[in-house]
Nanobody, 124 residues
Framework: RVQLVESGGGSVQAGGSLRLSCAAS????????MGWFRQAPGKEREGVAS????????YYADSVKGRFTISQDNAKNTLYLEMSSLEPEDTAMYYC?????????????????WGQGTQVTVSS
């Protein structure tokens, strides 16, 4: 069965950096879209970044372009999100997600499998 376990969240000051990791099992990166989503208190969940199988294409929310980078290590079956120039508005629970298929990996598509999340808090 698919299992996604996030780690790497924490508290940082504005302008700081964090790297989130998602250890995946039951998922073959060559056959799944992988993504990061976030949800702040009182707000709807939003897509942050996603990546197609084989890292052929990446997709980013406008709010994080130029600051966040999604990547994956196929050998370790681990997904990453490098976050820099963090802003208080980035404070949220961050979730790793997977979607079966090699196409349609953009953030507006439905993702089927979800991790438990890791909290990121950015203070001003």
């Amino acid at each position: 069965r698919v299992q996604l376990v996030e780690s790497g969240g924490g508290s940082v000051q504005a302008g700081g950096s964090l790297r989130l990791s998602c250890a995946a099992s039951g998922v073959t990166f060559s056959a799944y879209c992988m993504g990061w989503f976030r949800q702040a208190p009182g707000k709807e969940r939003e897509g942050v970044a996603s990546i197609s199988p084989g890292a052929g294409e990446t997709y980013y929310a406008d709010s994080v372009k130029g600051r966040f980078t999604i990547s994956q290590d196929n050998a370790k079956n681990t997904l990453y999100l490098e976050m820099s120039s963090l802003e208080p508005e980035d404070t949220a629970m961050y979730y790793c997600a997977a979607r079966w298929g090699v196409f349609d990996c953009a953030l507006n598509y439905r993702y089927d499998y979800w991790g438990q999340g890791t909290q990121v808090t950015v203070s001003s």
